[in-house]
């Protein structure tokens, strides 16, 4: 076992473990780290909660060998599974679960992918094109400059990098694969600076930063996967089971913002007095909308500058079941109550 590579400071683990801490004091609880990654998330948990029992999911091999090491002193406690995170279902019945108890999503690239050149993930610093969260298979973002069509690469750098000069970008790459193959993180960011007009440089932090983002999230499928883990895990959470996301960009957040608040909504006529069965929400909602990082928190963590938090309950509709329910005369989607009347807009509509 080599050097631990890469530095972690885990994201608003503080602010996780207090969202979490009901769902992790049941008995024989299970929490689920989605994104394992370096494994300071799940150090925590099971450092503070003896009797949890931590699954630990990632695609990322040399992660996994990290965490299994900074881990191995908790034994069996600490079940560390190569995995996509929709995987969850297939993880749950090979452990022979049927649920678990709290969990959490911690989404986008982690410490090590950044802090490591050769895994070509950071627009300022030179390597291979790889951009892969699991170098053990898939396509690279070398074939994806390389090998797709132009109007594909258009599409791509508009759809997942928001990239409002994808069509000047794609141009430039285009021109430039006709003189050779491009291979290096470098040569990318010099192509995208150059397509980009002056006066557009000079705000926006990297203007490669878009770019590079459309091309993670293509090559390693990360929108269609996160549209499938988050149902999947709603779908195995306990009642009175908690589950935290964080999501650091806008794309990610509104899949788990739909994803949520279809859930804590009633389903049924909304000018019935009671709540048929099978109709009433089945999460409530910790959270005001996207929670955002404190100053502090920045401070003594700059990477969770763009983080958005989300956190929500199972109900336990167990004690009553196939029973109606009086609804409450307020609505509100506060809490997981209610639905929106005409016109009303959702709790948190139009945040990033």
Sequence with gaps: MGELRGTHV????ERCLELLDPALR???AVHVDFTLGLGGHAEAVLERYPDVVLIGLDRDTEALT???HRLARFGERAQ?????????????????LAEFHSGLFDLGVSSLQLDEADRGFAYAQDAP???????TSGFTAEQVVNEYEPGA??????QYGEEKFAQRI???????????RITSTARLSELVKESIPAAARRTGGNPAKRTFQALRIEVNGELATLEAAVPAALDALAPKGRLVVMSYQSLEDRIVKRALAARSRSTGPVDLPVELPGTGPTLRLLTRGSEPPSEQEVAANPRAASVKLRAVERLDHQATPGAARERPRM??????????????????????
Excluded: C, N
């Design 10 to 13: 885990p994201v608003l683990l």
């Design 26 to 28: 049941l008995p024989g």
């Design 66 to 68: 990290h965490s299994r």
């Design 80 to 96: 560390l599974v190569h995995a996509v995170y929709d995987e969850l279902p297939r993880v749950l019945d090979e452990l022979d």
């Design 129 to 135: 094109l790889d951009m892969r969260m699991d170098q």
């Design 153 to 158: 690469l258009v599409r791509i750098l508009r």
């Design 170 to 180: 794609v141009s430039s790459i285009v021109r430039e694969r006709q003189r050779g």
């Design 331 to 352: 609505t509100t989607t506060h809490g997981g109550q209610g639905r929106l009347r005409p016109g009303e807009r959702e709790e948190g509509e139009g945040k990033a």
